[in-house]
Each structure stands twice: as structure tokens, then as C-alpha cells.
């Protein structure tokens, strides 16, 4: 169990961040098996939003397409480019 799931089962939550604003390249295996395997896991304990940041058009960027793709019927996707719009969206929802 990854330490996320142990947080989020002892503090249950339904948004997660997940700030992609540093990456520097692609990893597309990874990507199938965040979509596939881990939101499964987390949805198993609530997870219902989730929110991903990047800076527009970059790599962490071109994850956040293909995750909103991959996501769009599982959870409520959403896409932010910056920390503080991921923040106010939080705080007002």
C-alpha cells in the first residue's frame, strides 16, 4: 500500500492534486498504470476529484491530456496551470 492510500484511509479525502508543473519528460507506461491500477485503488476509498496541474504545453502538460482522456469517466478531471487556480478551486468546492 502506497504511503498515499495509508493517508488517505486514516484522513479519507475526495480531491487529490497531483502537480506535474516540474516534469521534464514523458513516462507512457506510467501513465497506464496510474489509470488503470491506482485511481481504481483510490476511488475504492473515495477519491473523487482529481486535479492535475502543469504549465501549458509542456510534458507534464501532454500527461494531463492523456489522463483526462483515460480518467473522463472515472472521476471529475480537472486541469489547472498553477498551483494557486488548483488552490481556489479546493477552497471554493
Known amino acids: 500500500m502506497?504511503?498515499?492510500e495509508q493517508v488517505c484511509?486514516?484522513?479519507p479525502c475526495i480531491t487529490l492534486i497531483?502537480?506535474?508543473s516540474q516534469i521534464q519528460s514523458v513516462w507512457f507506461d506510467t501513465i497506464d498504470w496510474f489509470s488503470r491500477i491506482w485511481v481504481q485503488k483510490m476511488?475504492?476509498?473515495g477519491l473523487q476529484n482529481f486535479i492535475h496541474i502543469a504549465k501549458p504545453g509542456s510534458f507534464g502538460d501532454k500527461i494531463g491530456e492523456q489522463l483526462q482522456d483515460l480518467l473522463a469517466t472515472e472521476v471529475q478531471f480537472l486541469r489547472f496551470g498553477s498551483r494557486i487556480d488548483a488552490t481556489n478551486w479546493v477552497e471554493n468546492h
Open 2 to 4: 502506497s504511503w498515499v
Open 18 to 20: 497531483n502537480d506535474c
Open 9 to 11: 484511509k486514516i484522513n
Open 43 to 45: 476511488k475504492r476509498i
